[in-house]
């Protein structure tokens, strides 16, 4: 009886991570799948997140939503609040490169992760082109 008391506390001597590693193998092709999956799952990012890597916040840039088409903002105010990931942003709505509206509006769905920056190059493409592919504001 004595011998089965020692082999238990031996067995509480050594550290459970010894043991919960024998209980809870995986297969290294399932881990291999799982860390694949933390690097394709990217979290996308708010406009102020988004913003904050462009000069002066962002202010005079373009940025629209992923899923938006043809639309976009060009931001003329923010207001953040102390963490820098929160706040209010106002801007100029562009449809189609052309603005549609001469007065800033506020932007609705600032803190929704699917903002994006549009690069100024893209705005000059849609201005250049053929004056029979260009798109009239009715």
């Known amino acids: 009886m004595e011998a089965a008391m020692e082999k238990t506390r ?8 010894v043991i919960r590693s024998f209980s809870t193998s995986v ?13 394709k ?16 916040w962002g202010i005079g840039y373009q940025m629209a939503k992923n ?5 976009s903002y060009q ?7 102390k963490d820098g990931r929160h706040g209010k942003a106002w801007g100029v709505v562009y449809k189609n490169g052309i603005p549609s509206a ?3 509006k506020k932007i609705s769905g600032v803190h929704k992760r699917c ?11 849609i201005e250049n ?10």
């Open 10 to 17: 031996a067995l509480f001597k050594r550290p459970f991570t």
């Open 27 to 39: 297969p290294s092709s399932t881990a291999a799948t799982s860390v694949a999956k933390k690097f």
């Open 41 to 56: 799952c990217r979290m996308k990012k708010n406009l102020f997140e988004v913003a904050q890597f462009l000069p002066n």
């Open 67 to 71: 899923h938006w088409t043809g639309v």
């Open 75 to 81: 931001i003329t105010k923010i207001n953040l609040y």
């Open 102 to 104: 001469d007065a800033p």
């Open 115 to 125: 903002w994006r920056y549009i690069p100024a190059e893209t705005k000059k493409t």
């Open 129 to 138: 082109r053929p004056e029979s592919q260009q798109v009239q504001v009715v």
